[in-house]
């Protein structure tokens, strides 16, 4: 929580997207701020659509981000078990 900084209301965020949803920082913080309220899968789903349409955007931030997401859970978690599959589809599809 500490190193995402200030991420901002997802409900302001979620406009935003819906105004350009190919905002890839809107959905960034986005996901942050989902994964940092116990919503986990919509917060994976937006990171791995960011790694699907652009997979070296900011040097690759949406795909570390989800790394770090995973560290957090465990590697035992059922949102981790479920994101490294959404994430292993999207690189290997």
Same mark, same amino acid.
């Given at each position: 929580a @500490?190193e ?5 209301? /997802? &409900? &302001?965020? @979620? +406009?935003? $997207? ?6 890839? @920082?809107? +959905?960034? +913080?986005?996901?942050?701020? $989902?994964?940092? +309220?116990?919503?986990?899968? /919509?917060? =994976? ?11 070296s955007?900011?040097?690759?931030? &949406?795909?570390?981000?989800? $790394?770090?997401?995973?560290? &957090?859970l465990? /590697? ?9 599959? =959404? $994430? ?6």
């Amino acid at each position: 929580a @500490e190193e995402a900084g200030e991420v901002g209301d /997802p &409900a &302001a965020l @979620e +406009r935003q $997207l819906e105004a350009d949803p190919e905002d890839h @920082e809107t +959905r960034y +913080r986005l996901a942050t701020a $989902l994964f940092l +309220r116990g919503r986990l899968e /919509p917060a =994976m789903e937006h990171l791995c659509r960011i790694v699907k349409k652009d997979r070296s955007w900011k040097d690759e931030a &949406a795909r570390k981000q989800l $790394l770090k997401f995973f560290d &957090a859970l465990g /590697p035992k978690h059922p949102a981790t078990l479920k994101g490294r599959r =959404m $994430l292993s589809s999207v690189l290997f599809a």
